[in-house]
């Protein structure tokens, strides 16, 4: 069964700093979508960035990139010029082509004024 | 309305009583599913609903009962719930299911949290 491990509970960043968060997956699977999630303190999940696995390049969005490590299963999500508006709850999640996602635990990131 | 909505967004319940959960989506989608959220663990999936038809039920207790009249409303039917069971529960909701890898991207919507006394 997939899983996926985000091993840092909560962290911190100072405005207009950089933030990596970290996660890692378990997969048999060569083909997989693997994304980073974001759930304000509103609680509205929405999703940040997704990667597909059979992509070399790393994913960009604005100020949100990632750092793909297929052979190492690994899927870090840097955050760039932190805002006080990124502060939230990130799930790291898998999708092998079943219904499921595979949510991580999340990361707490608080941006500090 | 926009997007996935959630009513209830709180709810106090007692083990002996029977309330139901709401979650519309707006967005023309076919496929929609409940989560359950609690602190500290994944976000777990508990069930799915493709073109009104449930597609997988991931182990989860007879006391959460869903019901799909049409693809846009989804409900979950709580009874004789346990203090254990209090948690956010997420709706989301998908274009449809795909056995392809053509990943079809799920909308949430805001959550009922959940209080079982």
């Known amino acids: 069964a997939q899983t996926v491990t985000q091993s840092q509970p909560e962290m911190s960043v100072q405005e207009a700093e950089t933030v990596t968060l970290s996660c890692t997956y378990d997969t048999s699977e060569s083909d997989y979508y693997l994304f980073w999630y974001k759930q304000p303190p509103s609680r509205q999940m929405i999703l940040v960035i997704r990667q597909e696995a059979y992509k070399q390049q790393n994913a960009t969005e604005n100020r949100f990139s990632v750092n793909f490590q297929k052979a190492a299963k690994s899927f870090s999500l840097k955050i760039s010029d932190s805002q006080l508006g990124d502060a939230a709850m990130y799930f790291c999640a898998y999708w092998g082509g079943s219904e499921k996602l595979v949510f991580g635990k999340g990361t707490k990131l608080t941006v500090n004024p | 309305e926009t997007g996935v909505t959630q009513t209830p967004r709180h709810l106090v319940m007692g083990m002996t009583n029977k309330k139901s959960l709401k979650c519309e989506q707006h967005?023309?989608?076919?496929?929609m599913y409940w989560y359950k959220q609690s602190a500290k663990k994944p976000l777990e999936l508990m069930f799915v609903y493709n073109f009104k038809e449930q597609t997988e039920n991931n182990s989860v207790p007879s006391r959460f009962s869903p019901e799909c009249p049409n693809s846009s409303h989804l409900f979950l039917h709580l009874h004789t719930l346990q203090p254990e069971d209090s948690a956010l529960y997420l709706c989301?909701?998908?274009?449809?299911?795909?056995?392809?890898?053509?990943?079809?991207?799920?909308?949430f919507g805001p959550g009922t949290r959940l209080t079982v006394l």
């Open positions: 989301a909701s998908s274009q449809d299911l795909t056995r392809e890898l053509s990943y079809n991207e799920q909308f």
């Open positions: 967005l023309g989608h076919n496929a």
